[in-house]
Nanobody
């Protein structure tokens, strides 16, 4: 199982970024994918999760209304569209895969390497 994140970078507050998570090595359309983020010294936080067939979504309260998770099973890719970014969104963002999904990092066994998102004032 391999997950590769891309799309991170530096953006001003109020701006947008779209993260991508491209997967290989498993039956992608049977697995839930979650996006998590982590700031140094803090626990990894669940940001958004999408079910295998995109029939369910979860968002953390801090991002609801600003972030949108979606998936393209034909491309083995999950996206995280992040709008109206805030300084507090600065973190390393990871995607993770699990058969059942969930909002807790402990529920996932497979992780990407992460991509840095930095929001400046």
């Amino acid at each position: 199982v391999t997950l590769v994140e891309s799309g991170g970078g530096l953006v001003q507050a109020g701006g947008s970024l779209r993260l991508s998570c491209t997967a290989s090595g498993f039956t992608f359309n049977s697995w839930a994918i979650g996006w998590f983020r982590q700031v140094a010294g803090k626990a990894r936080e669940g940001v958004a999760v999408i079910g295998a067939s995109a029939d369910s979504e979860y968002y953390a309260g801090s991002v609801k209304g600003r972030f949108t998770i979606s998936r393209d099973n034909a491309k083995n890719t999950v996206y995280l569209q992040m709008n109206n970014l805030k300084i507090e969104d600065t973190a390393v963002y990871f995607c993770a895969a699990d058969l059942y999904g969930g909002s807790k990092s402990s529920q996932y066994n497979y992780w990407g390497q992460g991509t840095q998102v930095t929001v400046s004032s």
